[in-house]
C-alpha cells in the first residue's frame, strides 16, 4: 500500500471518532489531544484527555506544557469508539489517555500543551495543542462560600453566552464571568473573567 492511500486511510479513520490525530507515514502510529482542544479556554480542575494507538505497542505518554515536561500521563482506558475504528491495531480498546488537571495553576493568557506517545520500540509521536487560560488569580479557591454571587445579576447574550455580575472571590473583588456551554465536557465553562472597578 502507497503513502498516499496510508494516509488517506489515516485521515478517514480519523474522521469517524471526530479526531484529527498526527500520524505517521505508516498509518500505525497515532496520538490525538482531545482536550484541552485546539484553541479552547480552559479554567479550573478540568480534564485533560485523548487516546494513542501503536502497531509496535505504546510504553508511555508524556506531558509537557510550554515546553516543559510535566509528567507521564495514565495511559489505557477503554475506547471503544477508536477499536471500532482501528480494530487490527493492538489494545486500540484500551487506548485511552487522561486525568484531570489544575489549569488554575497557569498564568492567565496563552500556553502550548503537547503530548508525546513513546512506542515499545523508542518511537516518539507527538501533538500539540494552543489553548489559553483563564481563573480569578489563584490556584485554588477553598473556601466554601466562594465564589460568592449573592446580589449577582445573569445576563443571557446574543451569542448564547452567560455573563454573571458581580462575582466576588475570597478577596471580596467583583468580577464579571462569563460562562458558555462546551460540547466536550457537556456543560457550561467559564470562558471569561474580567475584573470590576469598585
Known amino acids: 500500500m502507497n503513502n498516499i492511500l496510508r494516509n488517506t486511510l489515516a485521515i ?17 502510529h497515532l496520538i490525538y489531544l482531545e ?22 505497542g505504546v510504553n508511555r505518554i508524556e506531558l509537557f ?4 515536561f510535566e509528567y507521564f500521563i495514565p495511559y489505557g482506558g477503554e475506547r471503544v469508539d477508536v477499536f471500532q475504528t482501528y480494530p ?32 515499545e520500540r523508542g518511537q516518539m509521536f507527538e501533538q500539540t495543542n494552543h489553548f489559553k ?16 454571587i449573592t446580589g449577582a445579576t445573569t445576563t443571557l447574550n446574543e451569542d448564547g453566552t452567560i455573563t454573571i455580575s458581580p462575582v466576588r472571590d475570597e478577596n471580596t473583588q467583583p468580577y464579571s464571568v462569563k460562562l458558555k456551554w462546551t460540547v466536550a465536557t457537556q456543560g457550561f465553562e ?4 474580567q475584573p470590576l472597578l469598585q
Open 12 to 28: 478517514v479513520g480519523a474522521a469517524l471518532v471526530g479526531a484529527n490525530p498526527v500520524f505517521s507515514e505508516q498509518d500505525t
Open 35 to 56: 482536550e484541552p482542544a485546539e484553541g479552547s479556554i480552559m479554567s479550573g480542575v478540568a480534564n485533560l484527555r485523548g487516546w494513542a494507538v501503536s502497531t509496535e
Open 65 to 68: 506544557v510550554d515546553g516543559q
Open 88 to 119: 487490527d491495531v493492538p489494545d486500540s480498546g484500551s487506548s485511552g489517555f487522561g486525568q484531570t488537571f489544575n489549569y488554575n495553576k497557569l498564568y492567565t493568557g496563552d500556553h502550548v500543551m503537547t503530548v508525546r506517545m513513546i512506542t
Open 133 to 148: 487560560t483563564i481563573n480569578f488569580g489563584s490556584e485554588f479557591i477553598s473556601d466554601p462560600d466562594f465564589p460568592d
Open 190 to 193: 467559564i470562558i471569561d473573567i
